[in-house]
Structure formats: C-alpha cells, structure tokens
C-alpha cells in the first residue's frame, strides 16, 4: 500500500527509557532530527522506575581517578562470568561494549550530564578473573524542577535525591555508625535540596531526568506521549517509518536513517510470560512494557534471542494485588533466611538477584518461599518491604505475612512441619556462629559482604535466628524486566535468523536479546549496555552511506 508519510524526520525512536534517551543523544550530537515515540503517558521507562547505575568497565571516571581497570579485564571477566550462551553474547558484542563506553560518558557530560561512582559496589562475581570494585556510576542527584510541566509525567517512584550507596547503608542505620552517618547525610542533601527551593532526585529518576535535558530540553529532541507505534513501515526489505496512533489518530513517521526499537521488554504482558516463562511473573518493570516492539520487529522477520529468560530476582509479595517489592540487601542481612514451602534453604540468600531468582525457578516454579527474621533482624535493620504498618496488616490477612513468638508457632502458620524449620534453624545457626556457610557459601564472596552488616562477627551475612518474634513475608519470583528480544549486531542493527540484517531497524535495551547473557556481571548490567548500545545505534545511522538517507516518502506497510 502506498502512502505518504505524516512527518518524516532522520531517526524515528520506539520508547523513552535509558536505550532510547541514548539513541536520542547521538542523533542530537550528530545534528540529526529525532523523534522519540512513548506508548504511555509517563516518560522514562523503566530506567526512571530502577536504581540508576550503569555497569561501564573502564569508564572514564574510573581512569581520572586512578582506579584500576583495563579493557583487556573487562573482557576477561565478561567473558567468565557470561561465557557463550548465544549470538547475543558473540565477542564482537561484547567487544563493541567495552570499547563505547567511553563515548557514551563524555558526549553524555558534553550535554551537561553529571556522573559519579557508584561508591564501592562490586562486580555481582569480583573473584571472577577480571573482577573489579567500583564499575558503576550513576547521574548525581540533582534538581527535577529543570523539567518544568515534564515532571508531571516523569514516570517517578522515588522523589527524592538518594544515590546508590545510601540503599545499602541506610539499611543499617540503626546498627552501625556508617550506616546512621549515611543516613544523616541524607537527610541533609535532602534538607540542602529543600532550602533552596529545588526539588531534588537521584538513582533512576535523576538519570532520565538528566538525559531528558540533554536530549529534549537542550539537544531539540521531540518526545510524543501516548503513541504507541502499531507497525513498521518497509520500502522492499528495509525499514523506513513507522505507523503510530497519537491522540486518537494513525499517523505515519518516515525515517530516513532507521528506527530504533528501545520500548522496553515484555513483562506485563501475562500472555506472553506463560508462553515464554512458564510463571505470569511478578516484575517491578515500567507497566507499560507489553512487548508489542519485539512482535513488530519479528513480523519483518527479526531472529529472537533468551526469550525465556529475565533479569530475575525474588520481591516480597504485594499487598491487594499490588506491585511486589524487589528485594536485595536485605536478603544479605544476618539473623535472617529464606526458605521454601517446606522450610529448607536451598540457595545463598545474599547471591545475585539474577542468580537467586534462577535458583527459584530451578527449584520449584509454583511454590512458596519465605524470608524468616528474627527479633534482631527486625530492630537493627531497615527492611523496605515491612515499614508500612497498613500493608503489614494487609499481607498478615492475605496469609503473605506472620509473625509468631517461637519458631514453632511460625512453622503452623505457615503450614510447614515446625521440626523440619527448626533443623533448618538450627543448621542455619551453627554456621552462624562459626562463620562458614557450609551448604550455600554465604558471605564468602564481596558481592555477598558489600550488603552485610560488619559488626556482625566472624560473618557479616550470617546472623543467627535465636530471639522471638519471628517474622515471615511470602517472597515470590521478581525480575526487573525480561532479557530477550531481538538478535542484533555490534551497531544494535535488528539480524535476521540467517544472520542477515534488517536494513533501518535498531533495538538496544529490553527489545534487544542482552549481550550479558544469562546473567548480571554488575550493578546497572541493564542500563549500561542499553545506553551504550543505543549511542552506538545512532553513531551507525549518522555515519550510514548517503542512499541511507534517502529514504523514500512512499512505502508499504509490513504485515
């Protein structure tokens, strides 16, 4: 059918989290005109919603520190700790990370976008060869109120202007003396926010919002809301423009360079998790994300890489139905364990959430699992899953939480044999007390003890479970997003089964298969290689052959 286009601009952007605002920044820096396309009413996908660090090995700030790294142990470590799984993890890929990181940092601070370090979070596997300290970094918190009228559909979970480092220490607030003094310091920033008029934000909000003003605000960047894009456009093979609905109308985009697909993966669509997962999932992803760019782009034929697998985690049951809260600290604190329906451990509490989550499924995909603390558990720590009185009641009267003087008693209400949690128990505390986890190795690893609790002796993870009451929340199997889509190529371009490409068509982020595989390298393995993949998108359309360009205004729509 042919037609001609509504608006035609260079590069024709699917979504507005961290993937497209990166592929938005290139096109920016390369004077191209770019037209973001958002299918909800908030902006910021789940980058907003999320922690905000981004895993760059050998990152320039890094190197003007002085800390030591290399692209030859970045490398290394990739390669040990996520291996072959698949094209998506082929070295080409992994070598085209590793080697734009820099580019994306300095063209983002070009455009006034201000990192730090994420303190000293390590690599999820730092004994690995090639493991490191202090890989990530994050947006400094900074003033939401640059956004002006766009911070009403900033898509916001947490106004305020924390940073990394502040989620694992002010768990401990009450316990340790660096914990209390990370606290005050919040409380401060906070306070130096307030005082001056500003409204401050940190972690995933603050990087969208950074991004946003360099992209939208200071590069000339458009962003629609609501235009969810309803199919792809072709001229013979190659992808030209898109059709999207915008306040009730069809419109078609034409773009003459290519359009990226960074919309986010498919973890709200029930349908689809059954198909591909087995379970309807429980995710703290963007509830936007319904997987509709992965379909498009494999009706014109693209391959698709890990569709069953997801960035994995174990979250405490919502209450009404509600949204689950992602746990991972507060799996690694002592006096605490998880258990299964039948009251066993069966994995280290303190693991990776990528690898907790996969532990979970392995075990048994439909049961039940526990987090259990003791009384200390509950006084000395700040569990973000139980400050909430009312949702506390309301978990407690859904059977998702009890709590219970002895041990004993906790085992009927949760319908466990109490003398099968008590041998549990009680192995549990022997291990505590020596400080080895014989069964699952908790606390043997820095990722484990960067979460623990260093006045607990001789084990920073292990605590044991001795002082009623003792409390129970249900944990169910979380993720942060689903992890496949489409097979692309070191320049982010969509690849056919045969390993041909598909002219014009990009995906990076969540529509795109990870190049981290099954797992989660390091603090912020999903929104480092989807900003970086997404600048590298937009470095290929702006350097494509003229004909690139030239894209024709009449087409036909795919399917």
């Not at 991004?211 to 809301?225: D, H």
């Not at 979460?451 to 993720?479: C, H, M, Q, W």
Request: contains cysteine; charged residues 25%.
């Amino acid at each position: 059918m042919s037609e001609t286009f509504d608006h035609t601009v260079d590069i024709v952007v699917v979504g507005s989290g961290g993937a497209a605002m990166a592929t938005a920044l290139g096109a920016v820096d390369a004077k191209l005109d770019v037209l973001m396309l958002e299918s909800t009413d908030k902006w910021g996908g789940s980058t907003a919603m999320s922690g905000g660090g981004l895993w760059l090995p050998n990152n320039p700030l890094m190197q003007r520190e002085r800390v030591a790294d290399s692209r030859e142990s970045a490398l290394a470590y990739m390669e040990a700790c996520i291996g072959d799984v698949g094209r998506a993890t082929s070295r080409a890929r992994k070598e085209a990370f590793v080697d734009s990181v820099a580019d994306f940092v300095t063209t983002a601070e070009r455009f006034g976008v201000e990192f730090v370090r994420a303190g000293e979070y390590p690599d999820y596997y730092p004994e690995l060869p090639g493991g490191r300290i202090g890989r990530a970094v994050e947006v400094k918190p900074l003033d939401s109120k640059v956004l002006g009228e766009w911070y009403d559909t900033l898509r916001l979970t947490a106004p305020l202007p924390i940073m990394t480092d502040d989620v694992w220490l002010i768990q401990r607030a009450w316990s340790t003396w660096g914990g209390f003094k990370r606290g005050t310091g919040l409380v401060f920033r906070l306070l130096r926010f307030l005082v001056t008029g500003q409204r401050g934000v940190g972690i995933g909000a603050a990087f969208a919002t950074a991004m946003f003003t360099a992209t939208v605000q200071r590069g000339g960047a458009k962003l629609w809301l609501s235009s969810p894009v309803e199919d792809l456009i072709l001229d013979g093979d190659r992808v030209v423009g898109v059709r999207v609905t915008r306040d009730g109308r069809p419109q078609t985009i034409g773009a003459r360079r290519g359009v990226m697909l960074a919309g986010g993966g498919f973890d709200h669509n029930a349908e689809l998790r059954m198909r591909h997962h087995g379970i309807e999932g429980d995710s703290s992803g963007n509830p936007g994300n319904l997987g509709g760019p992965i379909g498009l782009a494999q009706r014109v034929g693209a391959a698709l890489e890990l569709m069953d697998d997801a960035w994995w985690g174990a979250s405490v049951a919502g209450a009404d139905g509600g949204a689950p809260s992602f746990i991972v600290g507060e799996r690694a604190l002592p006096y605490s364990i998880m258990v299964d329906s039948r009251g066993d451990r069966f994995a280290n509490e303190a693991e990776s959430y990528v690898d907790l989550g996969h532990h979970m499924l392995e075990h048994d995909k439909d049961g039940s699992y526990w987090i259990i603390g003791e009384a200390r558990h509950a006084r000395r720590y700040m569990r973000t899953y139980a400050m909430d009185p009312r949702t506390n009641k309301k978990l407690a009267a859904e059977g998702s939480m009890a709590k219970r003087g002895t041990l004993e008693e906790l085992a009927l209400e949760l319908r466990m044999e109490p003398a099968r949690l008590r041998a549990t128990v009680d192995r549990f505390n022997a291990f505590a007390r020596a400080g080895i986890d014989d069964d699952f190795g908790r606390g043997k690893s820095a990722y484990d003890r960067y979460y623990g609790d260093p006045s607990v002796v001789p084990n920073p993870n292990l605590g044991p479970l001795e002082k009623g009451p003792f409390t129970a929340y249900r944990v169910v199997i979380g993720d942060l997003g689903t992890k496949g889509g489409v097979l692309t190529d070191e320049h982010a371009r969509a690849l056919r089964e045969d390993g041909s490409v598909i002219e014009g068509l990009y995906a990076a982020g969540n529509n795109s298969a990870s190049v981290m595989g099954r797992t989660y390298p390091g603090p912020g393995s999903t929104i480092g290689p989807a900003a970086v993949f997404g600048l590298r998108a937009a470095r290929h359309m702006a350097g494509s052959a003229a004909e690139l360009a030239g894209a024709g205004a009449h087409a036909s729509t795919a399917g």
